[in-house]
């Protein structure tokens, strides 16, 4: 099998191009600078160069910077992804979209695919709307939507893990909020996932998510403790961190479609920063 992957400098591509890679599948990634989406004829040539049986959109831009920029982040998610689906129906290859776990709303509990949606943000909106652009242009489409994101290597600018530990070797006390809830998600574990559902063949949506759910304070404790800091962790209010986009109290993800396509559950939320954590410090000599 081929598979084109898009941002593929980004952390959750860069872990779907070593597993697809690590199978024996042929994958080619196009960094943003190589191919921009967005235009039409960039993607058919691509797509007619590559001929992939498989295409996969990774992330766009930041929730915060779609609130601000809003035209950026429909361009990116919505635009784009109607482009990829079609030229992926025109090619006959099968889509991935990843999008988001922002779709929901504040309370607190596990959404699942079958909950209606809560857009409060230009973000979720972006994205909502992109899955909706990919379905409609391509009938064999998944959409994947992901947890609270960590992984790829210390280089990414989006790895929470390695960036809260970096904060801790700085500071003596780390300050989190405790009334914002999300499934922390490791792009390995993800990635993985993700490959399975494609070779399913069983087009739909799909949370995908490390088992369970915490508050940011429980995530970032998490951390700390598992890279062994003696920072302490502070819960706080999350107004002490005021943004530009009203981003959900909740972003829980039920993941009921995996269990009823018959795939196992993914490794529980803490377990998969130990192991993470574990291989940063082989990996990059972290003491």
């Given at each position: 099998m081929?598979v084109?992957?898009?941002?593929?400098?980004?952390?959750?591509?860069?872990?779907?191009?070593?597993?697809?890679?690590?199978?024996?599948h042929e994958?080619?990634?196009?960094?943003l600078?190589?191919?921009?989406?967005?235009r039409g004829?960039?993607?058919?040539?691509?797509?007619?160069?590559?001929?992939?049986?498989?295409?996969?959109?990774?992330?766009?831009?930041?929730?915060?910077?779609?609130e601000?920029?809003?035209e950026?982040?429909?361009?990116?998610?919505?635009?784009?992804?109607?482009?990829?689906?079609?030229?992926?129906?025109r090619?006959?290859?099968?889509?991935?979209?990843?999008?988001?776990?922002?779709?929901?709303?504040d309370?607190?509990?596990f959404?699942?695919?079958?909950?209606?949606?809560?857009?409060k943000?230009k973000y979720?909106g972006?994205?909502?709307?992109?899955?909706?652009?990919a379905v409609r242009?391509?009938?064999?489409?998944?959409?994947?939507?992901?947890g609270?994101?960590?992984g790829?290597t210390?280089?990414?600018?989006?790895?929470?893990?390695?960036?809260?530990?970096?904060?801790g070797?700085?500071?003596?006390?780390?300050?989190?909020a405790?009334?914002?809830?999300?499934?922390?998600?490791?792009?390995?574990?993800?990635?993985?996932?993700?490959?399975?559902?494609?070779?399913?063949?069983?087009?739909?949506?799909?949370?995908?998510?490390?088992?369970?759910?915490a508050?940011?304070?429980?995530?970032?404790?998490?951390?700390?403790?598992?890279?062994?800091?003696?920072?302490?962790?502070?819960?706080?209010?999350?107004?002490?961190?005021?943004?530009?986009a009203?981003v959900?109290?909740?972003?829980?993800?039920?993941?009921?479609?995996?269990k009823?396509l018959?795939?196992?559950?993914?490794p529980?939320?803490?377990?998969?920063?130990?192991?993470?954590?574990?291989?940063?410090?082989?990996d990059?000599r972290?003491?």
């Amino acid at each position: 099998m081929k598979v084109l992957v898009t941002g593929s400098h980004g952390m959750l591509a860069t872990d779907l191009v070593r597993t697809w890679s690590a199978m024996g599948h042929e994958v080619v990634g196009f960094s943003l600078s190589q191919l921009d989406i967005t235009r039409g004829t960039q993607v058919r040539e691509a797509v007619e160069g590559v001929r992939p049986d498989v295409i996969v959109c990774t992330p766009g831009t930041g929730v915060d910077v779609c609130e601000a920029e809003p035209e950026q982040g429909y361009l990116l998610h919505t635009w784009a992804a109607g482009m990829l689906a079609r030229q992926s129906q025109r090619s006959g290859a099968a889509f991935v979209y990843i999008s988001t776990c922002g779709l929901f709303g504040d309370e607190v509990k596990f959404y699942s695919e079958y909950d209606p949606v809560q857009l409060k943000t230009k973000y979720a909106g972006s994205k909502f709307l992109g899955e909706q652009e990919a379905v409609r242009a391509c009938r064999r489409t998944y959409i994947v939507r992901p947890g609270w994101l960590y992984g790829g290597t210390p280089d990414h600018a989006r790895n929470f893990v390695y960036q809260r530990f970096l904060e801790g070797k700085r500071e003596k006390v780390l300050r989190s909020a405790d009334d914002k809830f999300g499934s922390p998600t490791y792009t390995g574990d993800l990635a993985e996932k993700t490959v399975e559902i494609v070779a399913s063949g069983e087009y739909g949506v799909y949370h995908v998510t490390n088992s369970g759910g915490a508050s940011r304070y429980e995530y970032v404790k998490c951390i700390v403790d598992a890279f062994g800091l003696s920072t302490a962790v502070e819960p706080v209010d999350s107004s002490s961190f005021p943004r530009a986009a009203p981003v959900p109290d909740c972003e829980q993800l039920e993941n009921l479609n995996l269990k009823f396509l018959g795939l196992q559950a993914m490794p529980d939320w803490q377990e998969a920063i130990h192991r993470y954590v574990s291989q940063l410090k082989r990996d990059q000599r972290i003491p």
